[in-house]
């Protein structure tokens, strides 16, 4: 076993254990962080096919960013576990039957084929990302567009879902406190001057 | 090298114009105070209306493509577009007051149907998986959305997100099976893919695995049995608008996807997936029809009645020839028609803070508004597939090419179970005629919404007796692209 083989192998291994992990963790926040080794270990494979930009892209936005945020609404939220598990040991039985004849059945189809793409190796200086960008610029500019569309859409639906004008809510108007003049605070009244001593002494 | 040509972008101009004007919209309705909101729905008609303009204009019968093959506009594309338009137009129309009175008819609403139907539209021209892919997101993204838009609502919310859980899992599903074709043709292009399985593979196994993905992700999309558990869930919850929307123009844009993915890419497989269409066609017509039966809320029953139109157009696939194909195409047709106008007339019979969403709601209609009893008539007889409607002429198109192509057994399941269906539909029209009626008020409805209502039951009856014309644009365009 070359170094290379070797190196796949135990990415691969920690890469299917970690995502165990995700589904096995009792604490969100462990399979949170289970997921984000995942997404790692995913990322050393892609390194290993030479696909370095994906590679950087999986690192950076999904562990940089999504895993982030996905952390913070986890710590956020108030999960229930113990009612989200309820019924789990009544349905494993059937789960884990459907789920051992599929993985036979897909292992069968799929093992020992490949799909030959291997041994094509680039030479030294090519560059991933140009490749990439060039491509995605110039042929696969039309799905490039629509995926900018549905980016689109996600913001539409985000705000419409959770945007919503309370009429109770207390709020300052920056307009009006600027534009404010003397008048509409102080009020000016004028009274008679009346001697304070003589009040007391009539009411006695 | 120059980015884009005019040669690339004049095919696609309907999609353009979609996608400017669903943003221009989007800009213009935030300035827009609510009591003047029928600018956005007038905005969104008149969007509709030059759509209608620029596909007809554009539409030449003949098969050209953009993009490097991405995107392909030939006459099915054409038809299946015209007829997306016309039926999400009729859906503002039925569903205007219905919004209106819910708090519901709001600008999102209006750019979500536009970014929803340029979805549709890039499916129907999709030339590869990528953008099929894509404008099937596009789509599912915004119906997600609508249903869920009325957030106040418990049920609504809980079937936006069982649509959403689901339709998530398909694509999954989908995108594993493309993932496994594209490993053994080496093309992710339609043509390309059925160029490479013309000459035949070494590995017909690993095909096979990645299209029986394929198939169970395009069965979760078009709800058809043993994928069909999100149907009745969503269609009860959702707003009835939205419902109306969910069960028309997805299933054109659903069968065009269909054809370009099956007939088109995969057409040398066509042996493979006609027995996998025979499974899921046959449950889903028995299924569909029986357990229809046992509802007491229409929307649900007509959810288990859309499982089994889809069974009948999945029958018209099974003979993998050009004529099955026409028929299917023809059966979708009708069936948008049919739907719209059920749905409509629940819209029709709704009214501020009362859904009638339950079949007793229609007890005795011929009382309170004859024309509408009669109209909801011919919809349950062309659904029943009764002549002289559309249905039945929809159903003898299919039945029979699936007769041509040897399948026996099937078809006499297939009348069977459709006698079986006849019961619940009529059931409905007993109602309507033989009941008296718990509120003897006549339904009022707005001048378009009854003139739509109208033409829209009297084309069920006019295809009906005449389905020529129509049959014909279907067989012309199918033979014309595939």
């Given at each position: 076993m070359d170094f290379e083989t070797f190196v796949f192998y135990s990415f691969g291994a920690i890469l299917v254990a970690s995502g165990l992990r995700v589904v096995?963790?009792?604490?969100?926040?462990?399979?949170?962080?289970?997921?984000?080794?995942?997404?790692?270990?995913?990322?050393?494979?892609?390194?290993?096919?030479?696909?370095?930009?994906?590679?950087?892209?999986?690192?950076?936005v999904y562990v940089g960013a999504v895993m982030v945020l996905f952390l913070f609404v986890v710590m956020m939220l108030d999960l229930n576990l113990t009612k989200l598990r309820e019924g789990f040991w009544s349905y494993l039985p059937v789960a884990v039957t459907v789920a051992a004849l599929m993985g036979f059945e897909m292992t069968t189809v799929l093992y020992g084929r490949s799909f030959g793409s291997q041994g094509a190796t680039e030479p030294a200086g090519y560059s991933n990302t140009k490749a990439l960008g060039s491509l995605l610029y110039t042929q696969y500019l039309y799905p490039f567009e629509v995926a900018a569309v549905i980016l689109l859409v996600a913001i539409v639906a985000a705000i419409a879902l959770t945007m919503r004008h309370r009429k109770d809510t207390k709020y300052q108007n920056p307009a009006a406190q600027v534009s404010v003049k003397r008048q509409d605070r102080v009020r000016m009244v004028k009274m008679k001057a009346t001697p304070r001593a003589e009040t007391l002494e009539s009411q006695e | 090298m120059s980015l884009v040509s005019w040669h690339d972008l004049a095919p696609m101009l309907p999609e353009i114009f979609v996608l400017c004007m669903?943003?221009?919209?989007?800009?213009?309705?935030a300035f827009i105070a609510d009591r003047h909101r029928f600018v956005t729905y007038a905005a969104t008609q008149l969007t509709l209306l030059g759509a209608v303009l620029l596909t007809a204009q554009g539409a030449h019968g003949e098969t050209v493509t953009g993009f490097h093959g991405l995107f392909i506009e030939d006459p099915v594309a054409d038809v299946l577009k015209l007829m997306l338009y016309v039926s999400i137009s009729a859906m503002l129309v039925y569903s205007k007051s219905y919004l209106q009175v819910r708090g519901?008819?709001?600008?999102?609403f209006f750019v979500l149907v536009?970014?929803?139907?340029?979805?549709?539209?890039?499916?129907?021209?999709?030339?590869?998986?990528?953008?099929?892919?894509?404008?099937l997101e596009l789509q599912a993204l915004c119906l997600y959305a609508l249903v869920a838009l009325s957030r106040d609502s418990a049920v609504a919310t809980e079937a936006a997100l069982k649509y959403f859980v689901l339709g998530a899992l398909a694509s999954g599903l989908l995108l594993y099976g493309m993932s496994m074709v594209y490993g053994v043709t080496g093309h992710l292009d339609l043509s390309g893919i059925a160029g490479v399985l013309a000459h035949g593979v070494k590995d017909h196994t690993v095909l096979v695995f990645g299209l029986v993905f394929l198939v169970a992700g395009l069965a979760f999309k078009l709800g058809v049995v043993p994928f069909h558990m999100w149907v009745p869930d969503v269609y009860q919850g959702a707003p009835t608008a939205m419902t109306l929307f969910i069960?028309?123009?997805?299933?054109?844009?659903?069968?065009?996807?269909?054809?370009?993915?099956?007939?088109?890419?995969l057409q040398p497989l066509a042996h493979d997936w006609s027995?996998?269409?025979?499974?899921?066609?046959?449950?889903?017509?028995?299924?569909?029809?029986?357990?229809?039966?046992?509802?007491?809320?229409?929307?649900?029953m007509l959810a288990y009645s859309t499982i089994s139109h889809m069974g009948f157009v999945l029958l018209g696939f099974l003979s993998g020839n050009l004529q099955g194909y026409g028929a299917a195409m023809f059966y979708v047709l009708v069936y948008v028609l049919m739907s719209l106008g059920a749905f409509g007339m629940v819209m029709l019979l709704s009214r501020q803070g009362f859904e009638a969403e339950h079949l007793d709601d229609f007890k005795g209609l011929n009382q309170r508004s004859p024309w509408y009893a009669f109209l909801m008539l011919i919809l349950m007889f062309s659904m029943a597939g009764i002549p002289p409607t559309a249905g039945f002429y929809a159903k003898l198109a299919v039945l029979s090419s699936a007769l041509d192509a040897g399948y026996v057994g099937l078809v006499v399941a297939a009348v069977l179970f459709s006698v079986v269906g006849a019961f619940y539909y009529l059931r409905i029209v007993k109602l309507m005629y033989f009941d008296a009626p718990s509120?003897?008020?006549?339904?009022?409805a707005h001048a378009d919404v009854g003139v739509l209502m109208s033409a829209n039951g009297l084309a069920v009856l006019a295809l009906g007796i005449l389905p020529q014309p129509l049959m014909a644009l279907c067989t012309y365009s199918i033979w014309h692209s595939l």
């Amino acid at each position: 076993m070359d170094f290379e083989t070797f190196v796949f192998y135990s990415f691969g291994a920690i890469l299917v254990a970690s995502g165990l992990r995700v589904v096995t963790a009792r604490n969100p926040v462990h399979a949170a962080l289970a997921l984000v080794l995942a997404f790692f270990t995913a990322a050393g494979l892609w390194i290993l096919l030479e696909a370095e930009f994906l590679a950087i892209t999986l690192v950076l936005v999904y562990v940089g960013a999504v895993m982030v945020l996905f952390l913070f609404v986890v710590m956020m939220l108030d999960l229930n576990l113990t009612k989200l598990r309820e019924g789990f040991w009544s349905y494993l039985p059937v789960a884990v039957t459907v789920a051992a004849l599929m993985g036979f059945e897909m292992t069968t189809v799929l093992y020992g084929r490949s799909f030959g793409s291997q041994g094509a190796t680039e030479p030294a200086g090519y560059s991933n990302t140009k490749a990439l960008g060039s491509l995605l610029y110039t042929q696969y500019l039309y799905p490039f567009e629509v995926a900018a569309v549905i980016l689109l859409v996600a913001i539409v639906a985000a705000i419409a879902l959770t945007m919503r004008h309370r009429k109770d809510t207390k709020y300052q108007n920056p307009a009006a406190q600027v534009s404010v003049k003397r008048q509409d605070r102080v009020r000016m009244v004028k009274m008679k001057a009346t001697p304070r001593a003589e009040t007391l002494e009539s009411q006695e | 090298m120059s980015l884009v040509s005019w040669h690339d972008l004049a095919p696609m101009l309907p999609e353009i114009f979609v996608l400017c004007m669903g943003s221009l919209i989007l800009l213009v309705d935030a300035f827009i105070a609510d009591r003047h909101r029928f600018v956005t729905y007038a905005a969104t008609q008149l969007t509709l209306l030059g759509a209608v303009l620029l596909t007809a204009q554009g539409a030449h019968g003949e098969t050209v493509t953009g993009f490097h093959g991405l995107f392909i506009e030939d006459p099915v594309a054409d038809v299946l577009k015209l007829m997306l338009y016309v039926s999400i137009s009729a859906m503002l129309v039925y569903s205007k007051s219905y919004l209106q009175v819910r708090g519901l008819f709001r600008g999102e609403f209006f750019v979500l149907v536009l970014f929803a139907a340029l979805g549709m539209m890039i499916m129907i021209s999709a030339g590869n998986f990528l953008a099929l892919y894509l404008g099937l997101e596009l789509q599912a993204l915004c119906l997600y959305a609508l249903v869920a838009l009325s957030r106040d609502s418990a049920v609504a919310t809980e079937a936006a997100l069982k649509y959403f859980v689901l339709g998530a899992l398909a694509s999954g599903l989908l995108l594993y099976g493309m993932s496994m074709v594209y490993g053994v043709t080496g093309h992710l292009d339609l043509s390309g893919i059925a160029g490479v399985l013309a000459h035949g593979v070494k590995d017909h196994t690993v095909l096979v695995f990645g299209l029986v993905f394929l198939v169970a992700g395009l069965a979760f999309k078009l709800g058809v049995v043993p994928f069909h558990m999100w149907v009745p869930d969503v269609y009860q919850g959702a707003p009835t608008a939205m419902t109306l929307f969910i069960g028309t123009a997805p299933k054109i844009a659903a069968f065009g996807f269909v054809i370009r993915l099956l007939a088109g890419g995969l057409q040398p497989l066509a042996h493979d997936w006609s027995g996998m269409l025979v499974i899921l066609s046959v449950l889903s017509i028995a299924i569909g029809n029986i357990t229809a039966i046992a509802q007491s809320n229409i929307k649900r029953m007509l959810a288990y009645s859309t499982i089994s139109h889809m069974g009948f157009v999945l029958l018209g696939f099974l003979s993998g020839n050009l004529q099955g194909y026409g028929a299917a195409m023809f059966y979708v047709l009708v069936y948008v028609l049919m739907s719209l106008g059920a749905f409509g007339m629940v819209m029709l019979l709704s009214r501020q803070g009362f859904e009638a969403e339950h079949l007793d709601d229609f007890k005795g209609l011929n009382q309170r508004s004859p024309w509408y009893a009669f109209l909801m008539l011919i919809l349950m007889f062309s659904m029943a597939g009764i002549p002289p409607t559309a249905g039945f002429y929809a159903k003898l198109a299919v039945l029979s090419s699936a007769l041509d192509a040897g399948y026996v057994g099937l078809v006499v399941a297939a009348v069977l179970f459709s006698v079986v269906g006849a019961f619940y539909y009529l059931r409905i029209v007993k109602l309507m005629y033989f009941d008296a009626p718990s509120d003897p008020s006549a339904c009022r409805a707005h001048a378009d919404v009854g003139v739509l209502m109208s033409a829209n039951g009297l084309a069920v009856l006019a295809l009906g007796i005449l389905p020529q014309p129509l049959m014909a644009l279907c067989t012309y365009s199918i033979w014309h692209s595939l």
